[in-house]
């Protein structure tokens, strides 16, 4: 009798640095006859979920999309829900993240954002800033060209020259400053757009959209996203054979 062949090993490529856009809460909700609010609940949990299977696959770095600044434009009932779930993520979730070896990082502006909440996202980052076995970063009022904007106000409240001006500089005022761009960023929900997500960041990463509403976005999902990611092929520009 021939061998049973075995199935073939799936190659997974663990990047350094994976960035998630988590789209399609409201969709999911909908598909169910749920409000909103119970699409993004159910978000949250997932991102429970992503982070610990991220940490088992070796994943250091992870940045996730979760309010932008545009998101203030929907309706008030919405934006106050997101806040909530925001600080009730913080009271519930903390103590095992830190445990974890979480290290909690925000990229985006506070100061918009109740005292209470500033206090509350203070105190995480405070609390997890020596922990390394993952980098969380939770892109919370975030928006790409706000970014680039405080990045240069910066750079010209420092009176920085305009030759000393260069991508190094500004790189070191973004708020991701230290950490490595991301190779990889993840679209759930089937939008093919950047929606102001890292917009300089991502100048060279790959990107893979999915179908999956995020809070359908399991394991098997990502293992597939890095697996389809193991099979690119990264050029930044270069010819791969300069003989040819
Ligand atoms: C992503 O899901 C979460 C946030 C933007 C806060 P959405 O709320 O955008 O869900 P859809 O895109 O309406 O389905
Ligand atoms: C991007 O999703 C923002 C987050 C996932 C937090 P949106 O749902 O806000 O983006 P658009 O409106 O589809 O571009
Ligand atoms: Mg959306």
């Known amino acids: 009798m021939p061998k049973k062949r075995s199935p073939e090993k799936r190659e997974l490529r663990i990047p350094a640095h994976l960035a998630i856009i988590m789209d399609g809460n409201g969709r999911w909700a909908r598909s169910r006859g749920l409000p909103r609010q119970a ?30 600044t545009e998101n203030w434009g929907r309706p008030d009932r919405e934006v106050k829900g997101l806040m909530n779930i925001l600080a009730d993520v913080i009271d519930r979730e903390l103590s095992e993240l830190h445990a974890n070896g979480v290290r909690l990082r925000h990229i985006g502006e506070l100061k918009q954002l109740s005292s209470k909440l500033q206090d509350k996202v203070r105190g995480a980052i405070e609390l997890t800033k020596e922990n390394r076995a993952l980098t ?24 920085v020259k ?41 100048a060279y990463s790959e990107y893979y959209v999915t179908p999956t509403y995020w809070p359908d976005f399991d394991r098997a999902e990502l293992e597939k996203a890095l697996e389809n990611f193991g099979q690119r092929e990264r050029r930044f520009g270069l010819v791969l054979n300069p003989s040819d």
């Open 39 to 68: 699409g993004h609940r159910a978000g949250t949990e997932n991102l429970r979920r992503t982070i610990k299977a991220c940490g088992d696959l070796g994943i250091k770095i992870l940045t996730v999309y979760a309010f932008s």
């Open 136 to 159: 969380l970063n939770v892109a919370w009022n975030y928006g790409g060209r706000q970014e680039i904007v405080h990045a240069i106000r910066e750079i010209v409240k420092a009176g």
């Open 162 to 202: 305009p030759e000393e001006v260069d991508e190094a500089l500004i790189e070191q005022h973004l708020y991701t400053a230290g950490l490595p761009d991301p190779d990889l960023i993840i679209r759930t929900s089937g939008e093919l757009r950047f929606s102001n997500y890292l917009i300089w960041q991502g």
